[in-house]
Structure formats: structure tokens, C-alpha cells
């Protein structure tokens, strides 16, 4: 009889979709079960371009993971659970949210739980549409106007935003190469908790 996979060697393909944004921004990435919330959020900062400036937090069928403070008693430790062990098999959909602020809500949904091979897989970006808004531009509700002004010289704010930008923005811009090499070279550290 065949040995049965164990959570920690299951490969979880995850599609990870800006809240609030039209037309989509999406990712569709797969990560072993064995890493933490923690390499989860660095995979999430690197395939989406993010700069991790801001704080995160995740919230997983009502409960909060995230990098504990003194002043947040209710978030528990994203370095302490792997994602096999916060998804496990019945979690369909979960929040990741950065930068309070600008309050980008990522919707992650759980596509497929496959058997990994070695249980020491890395992640990786699948496929893509977009890229993802300028830090600091007003969350969701702030980029709507964004691509307008950029995309027509004509428009009032065009030259304002694309100097605040550095000069050149293409919100269809997305190199699945770029992003595989960033995920390559990423230190995850332990694929797994102690």
C-alpha cells in the first residue's frame, strides 16, 4: 500500500487577487505546506513587487497571524505555523491585508492541495495579469484615477504622477520571468518550523 502524503509535504496553489481593483490583479503561485505565514508574506511581497514598508497581517477562518506586538495581544505568530497547519484542507479563502493605511486586501483562494515531492519545493509564480499599484498611492479607492492620469498626457495630473512614480508606470506590465528569479533568489530561511 502506498504511504499517504502528510500535510507538510503538500504543494498549495494559491490565486491571490487584489480586492477592490478593476480590471484584476492576480497571482497564481504555488508554495509548499512546510513554510511559515512569515516566507509566506515574503513570497507575497516579492510577487507582487511590494517594498514591505508597511505591516501585514493575515486572517485565516477568524483568526489573526501576523508579527506580534505588546499592543496586539490577538495576533498570533506568522513564524510560529506553517501554512499547512493555518490553511489546512478545509480552508478555502483567506485575507492577506498590507499596509493599513492604503489597506491593499489580498483575497489568497486555495485552488488545489497537490503532493509535493521532497517537501522541500520552493515557491513559485505560475501566472499573472497586472502589475501591482505604486506604494503610498491611496489604497484601491486613491489608484482608481491613477492609471487615467498617467495614460493621457492631457490629463491635469499626468506629469504630477508620473514624476511621483520615477517617470514610467504600465499597469499591464508583468514579467513571470522577473518574478520567478526574484522568488529564486528569496531567503526563506527554514522551509519549516522547529
Same mark, same amino acid.
Given at each position: 500500500? $502506498?504511504?499517504?502524503?502528510? $500535510?507538510?509535504?503538500?504543494?498549495?496553489?494559491?490565486k491571490i487577487t487584489l480586492k477592490a481593483i478593476r480590471p484584476p490583479i492576480w497571482r497564481r503561485i504555488q508554495v509548499p505546506g512546510t513554510i511559515t505565514l512569515a516566507a509566506l508574506h515574503d513570497v507575497l511581497q516579492t510577487v507582487f513587487g511590494w517594498t514591505d514598508t508597511h505591516l501585514h497581517q493575515f486572517e485565516i477562518a477568524v483568526r489573526r497571524f501576523g508579527v506580534p506586538d505588546d499592543f496586539d495581544e490577538e495576533v498570533l505568530d506568522e513564524a510560529q505555523i506553517t501554512v499547512s497547519r493555518a490553511v489546512g484542507p478545509s480552508v478555502k479563502r483567506f485575507l492577506y491585508i498590507y499596509d493599513f493605511g492604503d489597506n491593499w486586501e489580498h483575497e489568497i483562494v486555495v485552488e488545489k492541495i497537490l503532493a509535493g515531492n521532497s517537501g522541500s519545493e520552493r515557491p513559485l509564480c505560475l501566472a499573472g495579469r497586472r502589475q501591482r499599484p505604486p506604494e503610498d498611492c491611496g489604497g484601491p479607492w486613491g489608484y482608481r484615477e491613477f492609471p487615467e492620469a498617467i495614460g493621457y498626457p492631457a490629463h491635469e495630473e499626468h506629469q504630477a504622477m508620473l514624476e511621483w512614480v520615477g517617470g514610467n508606470f504600465d499597469p499591464e506590465a508583468l514579467d513571470l520571468a522577473v518574478v520567478n528569479r526574484a522568488l529564486a533568489a528569496l531567503q526563506l530561511g527554514p522551509l519549516r518550523v522547529q
Open positions: 500500500m $502506498p504511504e499517504k502524503k502528510t $500535510p507538510a509535504s503538500r504543494v498549495y496553489q494559491l
